[in-house]
């Protein structure tokens, strides 16, 4: 998985910090955020966070332009991960999975343990939220050239 362990955020016994301690994230980087509060454990070990983030997921093709995977965890970052790969799941190809490493430290202290508290407005039942990452619709395209994306 990775090389060095990170120190778990602190949550209080039901899980959850109070939302106005704690300051807000706002993140830049091409991301993908990953709501673990139902398969997390706050009470695990730095692999069990990593389990409940790096796998099993429905995905579309986009996922490849994400160079971080966030773990969020009552809309709290729990870790930043730096994306290696993609995969999908033997069992399930439909889901796919990654392999990663922990991101570089002052990527790690800029997020963890930070708020998102634009998540908690405009999240649904989804549990995944793509960050920074532009969708192109070739149909749209084919209406508007304008709207194809810049990859330049």
Known sequence: MHDNQPEQVSTDATGDKS??????????????????????????????????????????????????AIAVYHDTVQEVYQ???????????RRMGFNGKLAETALRDQYRGKALTFWKDTRSRHPVHYINIQFWNPGRAARDPGSQPDYS
Do not use: C
């Open 19 to 68: 939302q106005s301690m704690k300051p807000s994230a706002e993140i830049k980087e091409t991301a993908i955020l990953f709501n673990i509060s139902r398969s997390y454990n706050p009470q695990g070990d730095a692999q069990s966070l990593y389990e409940a983030t790096h796998e099993a997921w429905v995905l579309g093709s986009n996922r490849v332009k994400a160079e971080l």
């Open 83 to 93: 994306i290696d790969s993609w995969y999908p799941l033997p069992q399930d190809p």
